[in-house]
C-alpha cells in the first residue's frame, strides 16, 4: 500500500512538473490597407507550467510567410510570441494561413495558429487570360480594369516581354479601363505574359495578364 501511495504521489509530481504553453490566442483576424504589402502579427502565448519550454520547429503554410520566436526557450512564468510576417501582394479577399508549432512540451506538443486577413481588392481585371485559336484572325482582344479606389489608386505603364503581342491599355475617367492585346499572327502557338504596373498607395506592383495562342 506505501509502494502505491509513494507511485501516486511520484506520478502527480512528475504531471505538475510538466511545462504548458498557454496561448492568448491561435486565430487572429485582420484586414489590410489598400495597397499594403506586408502585415505583421503575433501571437502571445505564456509557459504557464514549471519547466523550461523550447520551441522546437515552425512550419508556415505558405511561402509568403515568415515566422520567427522571440526567442528559443521560455522559463516557467515567461511570456513570448510568435511573429508571423504575411506577404499580401499578389491576393486579394480572404486569405487564411497557417503556422504549425512544434515544442517540447509534454502537455501541447503541437499547435496550429491561424491567420485570417481580409485585403481589398483595389484592382480587378477580366478575364486575367486572352485566348486565340492557331490560324484565327489576329484581332485585339480586351480585358476590363476596374479601379475601386481612384483615390489610392494610379494605372501605370503595360509591359510585354513577347515581341510577338500587343498591349496597349486605354484609361477611362469613370474608373473602368482596357487593356487590349492583339498577336502579331497566330500562325504557331504562342504565349505571353502582359504586365499592367499600378501604384496603389504610393508603391508600385504589378498586375499579370496571360495571352496565349493555343
Known sequence: MKVLVIILVFLARAIAGQAALEWKTTELQQTAEPGQEMLRVTFSFRNS?????RILALDPSCSCMSVAPDKPVYAPGESGEI???L???GYSGVVRR???VTTDDAKSR?????????IPEVVVITPRFLFWGVGDKPDEKAAKVVVTDPKTTTLGEVECA????QAHLSIQPNGTSHLTV???DTRQTDEAMVHLNVTIGGRTQTYVIYAAIK
Open 162 to 165: 513577347n515581341v510577338h503581342f
Open 110 to 118: 503541437f499547435s496550429d495558429l491561424t491567420l485570417t486577413v481580409q
Open 83 to 85: 511573429r508571423v510576417d
Open 49 to 53: 507550467g514549471d519547466a523550461p519550454v
Open 182 to 184: 492583339r498577336p502579331v
Open 87 to 89: 506577404t499580401l501582394v
Open 98 to 100: 497557417s503556422v504549425a
